[in-house]
């Protein structure tokens, strides 16, 4: 029995209706996710791998359940000894190293609040988030000499005190301290594992007065929105519990399985992912700290460690059929999924033709957990998001909150009414109207546009900001980046409404182009007639530009409002 079925009611299930209807999740007073799940584990199942990891210099560590208990109670004990406290904030700036699995379980056991962020932060971005979170510890790779921004930042940042650093490479954080010391930079610099090392392996558990309880902050996200600054997104420690829905029943992680998620821990797609649910399923997690994606080192770990269960975004999955599959011996893989865009339908069918595993496809936000899924039961519909997740309240609703009718296009939304559900997040930290602004008549508005089809199946849109309106139409773009990925020469491309005088808005699509082939006029007009025969032809684009690259933001999501932004100030 893995350790998820003492939360739920009952795991047996035998269709969607059964799992919708019936599937409970208990949330024990005062749980903790590191305390009741991380030690329960080091302590019924001391010699289980918990973490498989490995980086591009072909090292290797393997970390039982009981070294991450021991480990991470060493950090905590480093870190109440520097004076972190419960409901204090400490950003991890750690790539894909393994010290963050234990680093986050040192602070869940404080009770201090993770602030996961990602290394191409600048100096600014820091400073940005120290202020807002009041930031008093940073904890950070030595890669890309990362901690010279925080130490230009630090001048501006008050609330920052303590200052740490590590590496997954020992020989590349063993050249950054030496360059340090040459230059005089190591000042107040703390080594995590050098520190870390000095401290007891065992942790005492806080009084009742110090210790964290359900709805108390644990995880602080900074959204990496297509506009604006970032919001901060607060859960507290009831929200690791809504990944039993994630792992359980979507990634399908099975007991002493290898399961990996492609995400690097500054972002909430790796607690998602590799985290939580994995152990709550007690599936082993397998991390590759890469620099780069580079699809045949990834395919050549798949193959070499033996995965089970592999989840990635639509663009690694693009990239990964390009290659010859055939190369590969990916014989061990048992369930793949797909989550972070929207999934184009050529992509399942070439990955189907490949591997002859059916992708399930998965919707959610940094704000919740799994919101619609195809989950094991479903018969797969390509390019559909699925069906509502149990414990969620989810429905497409016009203006008027009313329920959108099969085909009709509305908001996808959370009813909160009769209770918020586990996983769901606590608001816009310090920032009430934001909140209000989302979350409001006892609906959680997620900003992003669907329909649902005759059978129950949601099928994404857009974000609200994105729907084109041309001619009376409203034009979702994905339906027409989806027309165009089945095109081989388009390996990326955004679709975008610009301005026009007769039709309100055209359709333009901005094109990169896979490898062999050259934008030209004569490629323009096979894409459109393309598009014309894939999808109702008011769709097709007008406008089509060939780039080099895409505008994206850190977190690798499509920037169409630069695009509309740029066309706007070039049609001046």
Known sequence: ??????????????????????????????????????????????????????NEEDDEKIFTYADMKRYSDRAANLLKSLGIRKGDCVMLVLKRHYQFWYTIMALHKIGAVAVPATHLLTAKDIVYRCNRADVKAVICTTDHDFP???????????????????????????????????????????DLDEEAEKQSDTFEKPSKDEYAHNKDNMLLYFTSGTSGYPKMVVHSFEYPLGHIITAGYWHNVRKGGLHMTVAETGWAKSVWGKLYG????????????????????????????????????????????????????LSSLKELTVAGEALNPEVYNQIYKA?????????????????????????????????????????????????????????????????????????????PELT??????????????????????????????????????????????????????????????????LRGQLVKATVVLAKGYEPSDE??????????????????????????????????KIRRIEIRENDKKNAK
């Open 436 to 501: 209000e602004e989302a979350w409001h008549d006892g609906f959680y508005h997620t900003g992003d546009l669907a329909y649902r089809d005759e059978d129950g199946y949601y099928w994404y849109v857009g974000r609200k900001d994105d729907v084109i309106k041309s001619s009376g139409y409203r034009i979702g773009p994905f339906e027409v980046e989806s027309a165009l990925m089945e095109h081989p020469s388009v390996l990326e491309c955004a679709v975008t409404g610009v301005p026009d005088d």
């Open 278 to 329: 994995q152990w709550l399923g007690e599936s082993t997690i397998f991390v590759y700290d890469m620099e780069k994606f580079n699809p045949p080192d990834l395919l050549s770990k798949i193959s070499k460690y033996r995965l089970t269960t592999f989840c990635a975004p639509p663009t690694i999955y693009r990239f990964m059929i390009k290659e010859d599959l055939s190369g590969y011996d």
């Open 1 to 54: 029995m893995a350790i998820f079925e003492r939360f739920v009611n009952r795991s047996d299930f035998t269709s969607y209706e059964d799992f919708k209807e019936n599937l409970r999740i208990s949330v024990p007073e005062g749980f903790n996710y590191a305390y009741d799940v991380l030690d329960v584990l080091a302590c019924e199942r001391p010699d289980e791998k918990a973490l498989l990891w490995c």
């Open 355 to 431: 591997m002859g595993i059916k992708m399930r496809e998965c919707y959610g936000q940094t704000e919740a957990v799994s919101l619609v899924c195809t989950f094991p039961w479903m018969e797969i519909k390509p390019g559909s998001m699925g069906k509502p997740s149990p414990c969620y309240d989810i429905d497409i609703v016009d203006d008027e909150y009313k329920s959108c009718y099969p085909g009709e296009v509305g908001e996808i939304v959370i009813n909160t009414s009769k209770g918020t559900p586990v996983g769901m997040f606590k608001g816009y930290y310090k920032d």
């Open 148 to 190: 010279l921004q925080v130490d230009i930042a630090e001048k501006d940042s008050p609330t920052l005190k303590i200052k740490m650093f590590t590496n997954g490479s020992v020989k590349q954080k063993e050249a950054f301290k030496a360059k340090m010391l040459a230059e005089g930079r190591m000042g107040t610099w703390l």
């Open 523 to 556: 490629l323009k007009k096979e894409l459109q007639n393309h598009v014309k025969k894939v999808t109702a032809p008011y769709k097709y684009p007008r406008v089509i530009e060939f780039v080099t690259e895409l505008p994206k933001t850190i977190s690798g």
